[in-house]
């Protein structure tokens, strides 16, 4: 009991803090603790009121505008990532839904009612190809509604 307190004395005093400074430098009266009598003192006192305010008036502003920069950030990849997330969701639940319903196969069936000559030409335009993809993206935003 008695050795824990020891080290925590021993760990804690600030032994360092109240042992005098001597520089070995010409400039006196610097942030280097070089502090010496009356003006000494008060320059101290103005140094250590000087960090405080900047602490308060650049770093910590600085903290917050990086920290908020920072969840902005994440929150919107995290958003970004879910939509992206949504819109695979969606495909597979519109593409389930083309499939029971065999929406190729009654354009397919359509496209086979007509004339030769008239599903030639379309085929050729590749008209059916496109209202396939016309159907499928309004099926998919019809799905995304929901999600």
Known sequence: MKTKTFILIVLFLPLLAIAETSGTGTDTGTAQGNYEGFEGAAQAM???F???WTFL?????NFFERALAFIIEKVTLMRIAAELEAMKLAWSVSKAILENFQVASKIANA???LPQDVKAALVDMRFFDGLNIIIQALVARYVMRFI
Do not use: L, Q
């Open 50 to 52: 000087t960090d405080i």
């Open 57 to 61: 008036d650049d770093d910590v502003p």
């Open 46 to 48: 103005g140094h250590f």
């Open 111 to 113: 496209a086979n009612a």
